[in-house]
């Protein structure tokens, strides 16, 4: 089925350090991808999102780059803070599938990456 | 702050009962998504709507339901609650119901089923 997986679970890095996380999803059909931040007990906070049709965005501090050819999409935040300690999850949109397209704004999320950031 | 609303924060009840969760989506928000997330399945799709009509379906068990009312609040009816059922349950809310706009996501509701 459908799945979006991390390649590392949890991430130590010092602050003012620059964070790579790293995301492979499995559909080579997806067309959106989006990075959401989590912090905890609260919901999760959108970061940045691509399209498939671009392979890279830039944000604030924030840059997402995406491979299609190895499916796979990342995550780099430039001098990192301690505020940014947070679980991070990638989650991609699948084309609309089955009669009618069921699939809609339907997302599917990686099991999510642990940032910690040492001041 | 991201303009969704959920209640209730918490919520504990027993095995067997039944259980409504609701969410009020950002101001212009045609579009409600519900979520549940655990340790073991991490956030999970569970079901859509827009503007009132069902959308898109995930893995939802057929104890679950929801709707959304005129107003465009939505309501999660949990019943038959089992041990399993404990989670997070989270809304979110788009403007439209393509998906390639934003899904900002409410506070979640904790759900713990005794």
């Known amino acids: 089925g459908e799945s979006v997986g991390l390649h590392l679970p949890t991430l130590s890095v010092q602050e003012g350090d620059n964070s790579i996380i790293n995301c492979a999803y499995s559909?080579?059909?997806?067309?959106?991808f989006i990075w959401y931040k989590q912090e905890s007990g609260k919901g999760p906070q959108f970061i940045i999102d691509?399209?498939?049709?671009?392979d890279k965005r830039q944000g604030q501090r924030v840059t997402v780059l995406l491979n299609k050819t190895v499916k796979h999409l990342s995550l780099q935040i430039a001098a990192t803070q301690p505020g940014d300690s947070a679980v991070y999850f990638c989650?991609?949109?699948?084309?609309?599938?089955?009669?009618?397209?069921?699939?809609?704004?339907?997302?599917?999320f990686g099991q999510g990456t642990i940032l910690t950031v040492h001041p | 702050d991201s303009g969704v609303t959920q209640t209730p924060k918490h919520l504990i009840t027993a095995t067997g009962q039944r259980v409504t969760l609701r969410c009020s989506p950002r101001?212009?928000?045609?579009?409600v998504y519900w979520y549940q997330q655990s340790l073991d399945q991490g956030l999970q799709f569970l079901i859509q709507?827009?503007?009132?009509?069902?959308?898109a379906k995930g893995n939802i068990l057929e104890r679950f339901s929801a709707q959304q009312f005129p107003d465009l609040h939505s309501e999660l009816n949990l019943s038959s609650l089992e041990l399993g059922d404990s989670a997070l349950y989270f809304c979110?809310?788009?403007?439209?119901?393509?998906?390639?706009?934003?899904?900002?996501f409410g506070p979640g509701t904790r759900l713990t089923v005794l």
């Open positions: 989650a991609e949109k699948p084309p609309p599938s089955g009669a009618g397209g069921t699939s809609y704004g339907k997302l599917t």
């Open positions: 691509i399209r498939s049709n671009m």
């Open positions: 101001s212009g928000d045609l579009s």
């Open positions: 559909n080579s059909a997806s067309d959106y």
């Open positions: 979110a809310s788009s403007v439209v119901d393509q998906g390639t706009d934003t899904q900002y």
């Open positions: 709507y827009y503007n009132g009509e069902e959308r």
